[in-house]
């Protein structure tokens, strides 16, 4: 079964640095391309960004560029979203996704979301 | 930057049918991807590429794509169809979310 499983729920401090991961199974992960999608609470969906697990190639969202980074290490099978300095308007839930083939396909398959809660 | 417009709710009675629309400029010349998402669930991909279902979504999901709207179809709404929906395009190597739509069954 293709799953992508994240990591658990986190609860920080501004100013502190966070990585959270999203672990593939059931498929070749160096295949596809895996985004990042974030929903601030009771708001719609916001894109931050892609990655090719194959070679690492990476495009962030403008609004995310420089916010944030998006890796993988394909030899785990896992993605990762990360944070050098959280800010409070950094909470919400994560989601991981992976693209279909096509370059503007949809994401077909989707992890079952991190929540993030920064707060001092 | 792109954007796609959707009204912020649509009813329906239960056993009728739901439309809900997804506007954008000449979004008919790309391609659309709508997915669900019921409360504290993540999405769902429910059509892709306009009016592709996934296997196991039901063939009451149809969807279209012309001009300035795209459109997704429910046809004989059930309760278990009430969530938000998202439409989402391609623009420019960038993922462009739709403001989403809740759909309430009466």
């Known amino acids: 079964e293709v799953q992508l499983v994240q990591s658990g729920a986190e609860v920080k401090k501004p100013g502190e640095s966070l990585k959270i991961s999203c672990k593939a199974s059931g498929y070749s992960f160096t295949t596809y391309w895996i985004g990042w999608v974030r929903q601030m609470p009771g708001k719609g969906l916001d894109w931050m960004g892609i990655i090719y697990p194959a070679d690492s190639d990476t495009r962030y969202s403008p609004s995310f560029q420089g916010q944030v980074t998006i890796s993988a290490d394909k030899s785990i099978s896992t993605a990762y979203l990360q944070w050098s300095s959280l800010k409070a308007s950094d909470t919400a839930m994560y989601y991981c996704?992976?693209?279909?083939?096509?370059?503007?396909?949809?994401?077909?398959?989707w992890g079952q979301g991190t929540m993030v809660t920064v707060s001092s | 930057s792109y954007e796609l417009t959707q009204p912020l709710s649509v009813s329906v009675a239960l056993g009728q049918t739901a439309r809900i629309t997804c506007g954008g400029n000449n979004i008919g010349s790309k391609n659309v991807h709508w997915y669900h998402q019921k409360p504290g669930q993540a999405p769902v991909l429910v059509l892709y590429?306009?009016?592709h279902r996934p296997s196991g979504i039901p063939e009451r999901f149809s969807g279209s794509n012309s001009g300035s709207t795209a459109t997704l179809t429910i046809s004989r709404a059930q309760a278990g169809d009430e969530a938000d929906y998202y439409c989402?395009?391609?623009?420019?190597?960038?993922?462009?979310f739709g403001t989403g739509t809740k759909v309430t069954v009466l």
């Open positions: 590429r306009d009016s």
């Open positions: 989402q395009v391609w623009d420019t190597s960038t993922v462009v």
């Open positions: 996704a992976r693209r279909g083939f096509g370059e503007v396909d949809a994401y077909h398959i």
